[in-house]
């Protein structure tokens, strides 16, 4: 296929500057413009008048809600936080400004540093993206290890189970966990009220009359009521007869202070 | 996609180097769209966004958020994307102020690009899209409850050029801006060879820069 000729491409200008082109076809006339002054000035002109049609439409207040919503979504970005300039690029545009200025560019020299800046942002958000990209990469990584820890218990010939079952706070509750001395325990819950404000789960394992073990085995559930979860154990563990679920003070507690929602024995 | 930038800068040094001109394109002083002074005002408002003055960015939303939402609404056509997208170009106005540069145009005409580019993208992307171009209206401006911020002269200035314009050539650059169709796609819907749609929009733009160009300096 040949590249479309320099009467295709100025025909095309009006809709370049509206914007009212494929990707493809965008690039297509970006680099024509840039090797035909006549086309490149035809665009300057009416690239205005294009801008200019958002003053056609009727101006209409927006709700006063979103004022303020506007505003605490930047009181929490602060200047600092902002996207900062740096990175390996860096030089090299920095390079590529001052060969400009230096070819006796003068004020366009300015303007395109403006264009530079704009570049190093497309840069930024590239790289954004790829971190986005890297950042999803070890979400997968971690789950799929959760998992595979997940499997190793049930794969455990020696894994015991116990059935939790509600108490009066949670009537419709019900958990089963399975644990392994080597491996750790897997607890899984279903139809737990979320707990108050300030409040969270944890899970006690009960060893005969000993005072009952937690280190920091709290959790969470999700919008319905579930969770699965991992926790570790340690191999030292007593031999445990039963398990509690209570509500506990944000953190986790030493001993457990709340009502019960959840108990069981182990077979 | 590295690549692709690398090659966007090449092109922009180059155009930059054996034309001497600028991009994206700037209003020549005597036919900006708003008054100098305007201009002034609102980079100074930007000049202390920079500097992380938040109340900087109040007052840029109080001078521009009726501009911008009416613009949104018209595009986009349902209020809550309208509404999350500005409060999306404000917060990317916060963000990304270091990035505004006084000599590619006025404060008001960035707002208005991010503004647009936002919105453009989203009916682009999401099923909106289609209801929007279901319901397109021609010209006329929707009709909406609320109170109106006041109709300025440069408003004005625009809808008189935009009237006068043949009806062929105003319907087929107003779908492209507020609906984001593609000359193609306009062809398409308008039912029209595409050398027909080209000629129309380029000879329409033409026309409205010697209109604007006419009310403004009269003024």
Known sequence: MTSPDHEELRARIGAYVLGALTPAEM?????????????????RAIQAVADALAWSVEPIDPPAAIRQRVLSAVTSTTARQRVQTRGSWLPWLAAAASLAVAAGLGADGVRLRGRIQTLELQLRDALVQVQAGERRTTQARLVAANAERQLSVLADPDVAHVDLK????????SARALWSRSRGLLFT??????????????????SGRAAPISNGWIFKTDATGSVTTMFDTPTTLPAPTGMAVTIEPDGGTTAPTGAMTLVGSFK | MLDE????????IAIAMTHRIDVPLMYPPRRQMQTSEETRADAALVGRIVGGDERALGELYDRH?????GLLLRILKQRGDAEEVLQEVFVQAWTRADTYNETLGSPAAWLIGIARNRAIDRLRTNAARLRAVEQTMPSASIETPETSASTSEKQRDVQRALAVLPPEQRELITHAYFDGLTQSELAERFNLPLGTVKTRIRTGLLTLRGLLQRSLIKQ
């Open chain 2, 5 to 12: 930038l690398w090659t966007e800068l090449e092109i922009s």
């Open chain 1, 27 to 43: 690039a297509e006339v970006r680099a024509h413009l840039a090797g035909c002054p006549e086309c490149a000035a035809e665009a």
């Open chain 1, 189 to 206: 819950a279903s139809n737990l009220p979320a707990p108050p404000a300030g409040r969270t789960y944890q899970l006690w394992i009960i």
């Open chain 2, 65 to 69: 958020s009726g501009l911008l939402f």
């Open chain 1, 166 to 173: 509600g108490q009066a706070a949670a009537p419709r509750a």
